[in-house]
């Protein structure tokens, strides 16, 4: 049994910043690619951005030069820093870990970005 909980998120003003994190615990091998989703109501799940075993990363075009993606291998925990925020970046968003090619989520964090 895999674990991923998520924290940091809350409401925050256009042009702030925020910082997601998220721990994975529990019957774990080692962790291959971690990352983000974001969803919106009605809308599908976006992969917002990734981070490999050797810290390649992806980003969604529209996050590109604002958010940064990082982990601690150490501690199996994946950060995403949020800045200059915008209100289309609102969201809930999720964490992932892919495990033996499983995904595992996280419950889900709420980001508010007021205009």
């Known amino acids: 049994q895999v674990q991923l909980v998520e924290s940091g998120g809350g409401l925050v003003q256009a042009g702030g910043s925020l910082r997601l994190s998220c721990a994975a615990s529990?019957?774990?091998?080692?962790?291959?690619?971690m990352g983000w989703s974001r969803q919106v109501p009605g809308k599908q799940r976006m992969l917002v951005s990734g981070?490999?075993?050797?810290?390649?990363?992806n980003y969604l075009d529209s996050v590109k030069g604002r958010f940064s993606i990082s982990r601690d291998n150490a501690k199996n925990t994946v950060y995403l820093q949020m800045n200059s925020l915008k209100p289309e970046d609102t969201g809930v968003y999720y964490c992932?870990?892919?495990?033996?090619?499983?995904?595992?989520w996280g419950q889900g964090t709420q980001v508010t970005v007021s205009s």
């Open positions: 529990g019957s774990m091998f080692n962790i291959d690619g």
């Open positions: 992932y870990a892919d495990i033996i090619r499983r995904r595992y």
């Open positions: 981070i490999t075993s050797d810290r390649s990363t």
